[in-house]
């Protein structure tokens, strides 16, 4: 595996020819794998980068979700989604038959299947776009880190929806503090608190599997708990600022202060960790979803020796309290667009661009976090390596067993700070 070091997030784009290429006035067929909403949003956005583009088989083993996304779809997309009924799939192990209709395959799932589906999607050799996190634990992102050696040999696309390192505002934040512009590097603070959700409940005769998949983000095995699944768009903004560089050790804190019902499943509402570096350097780490009159921050700091950058805070992105080349908010530009745009262009053209590496080590960095917060220890980026937890099982079908069951009441295990162990 990789050292802290040895990874660089500026991944350039490299020509090269690889399995498809696809002239600009030949059709690239794409399988949406997951139809909830940030499936449908992402198919919405790979067919609006080119009329080229034609969705032609949709996979979702929840009842009725394939049929929402394509009536949503079919409405935005006159001529591109060509899914006639024997291809839009209802069961898990029907990747393989969307796949083989494809040349390009969107992983939209929850994050606990996407390092198998991402494998199988290399194997069969096609482009990926895959949603973050990448996995929910250290294992499953080593997966995908081994896939994306495989991508390279084979000179596929893979992108990853961390849309801020698409984003030209972010692009050129952080290319000036890279170019050392706030000095060296001291300090940083990065948040994600936001709204709170609530759990769905269960419905009479469901079964254990079904449940916990329909409430998939209360789920760690699932989700990765909220430090992954949402959080870790800020956590991959202090890796890509770290230039790839991972954090030695992470202290943390925890828990479930308001989202304590049975319907929210093992995943805790706040988090906030401590990532040390090797040179001193610290990140803090915030996240929550207590709601109510909370305070609310989606925004990344960092403090060097000659200023500081804020970036998206409320929106603005400011350098030692000036604009950077005037004003910029995020609603004048769509990095979700963005970024599908530079992908269908690149398989296009020829080009080659692989996001996974980046994107494992910043769910690895999540990963990390949440160990803290679990445990209440020290987390080292050695214990990170060399843990073999893996959470969500491959191959998933309606007989799979879920990983974790409720007790008698219906209430599940919660990890409890200084009594949990992971490995």
Known sequence: MPTRRTFLTTTALTAATHAFAAPKDNDIKIALIGCGGRGTGACHQALSAGSTIKLVAVVDPLEGKAQAALDILKAKHEGQVEVPPDQVFTNFEDYTKAFALADVVLITTPPGPRPFLFEQAIQAGKHVFMEKPVAVDAMGAKRVIAAAQVAKQKKLNVCVGFQRRYQPSYLDMISRIHAGEIGDLIYGRVYWNGTSRPGFPREPGESELHYQIRNWYFFTWMSGDHILEQHCHNLD???????????????????????????????????????????????????????????????????????????????????????????????????????????????????????????????????????????????????????????????????????????????????????????
């Open 237 to 423: 903004v202090a890796n890509w600022v770290m230039k790839g560089e991972m954090p030695i050790k992470a202290t943390g804190q925890g828990g479930r202060q308001v989202r304590r019902a049975k319907e929210n499943g093992t995943i805790f509402d706040h988090h906030t960790v401590e990532f040390e570096y090797a040179n001193g350097m610290r990140i803090l780490s915030q996240c929550c979803q207590i709601g109510g009159k909370c305070a609310r921050d989606v925004s990344e700091h960092f403090h060097g020796t000659k200023g500081a950058a804020d970036l998206a805070n409320g929106g603005k992105f400011l350098l030692n309290g000036q604009p950077p080349g005037g004003k910029r908010t995020r609603n004048k530009e769509d990095p979700y667009q963005l970024e599908h745009d530079a992908f269908f262009e690149n398989i296009r053209t020829g080009k080659v661009r692989i996001d996974a590496e980046y994107a494992a080590h910043s769910t690895l960095m999540g990963v990390m976090g949440r160990m803290a917060t679990y445990t209440g220890q020290v987390i080292t980026w050695e214990q990170v390596m060399a843990s073999q937890e893996s959470l969500a099982p491959d191959n998933l079908t309606w007989d799979t067993e879920p990983p974790v069951k409720p007790d008698e009441e219906g209430w599940y295990p919660v990890a409890i700070p200084g009594t949990t162990i992971v490995g």
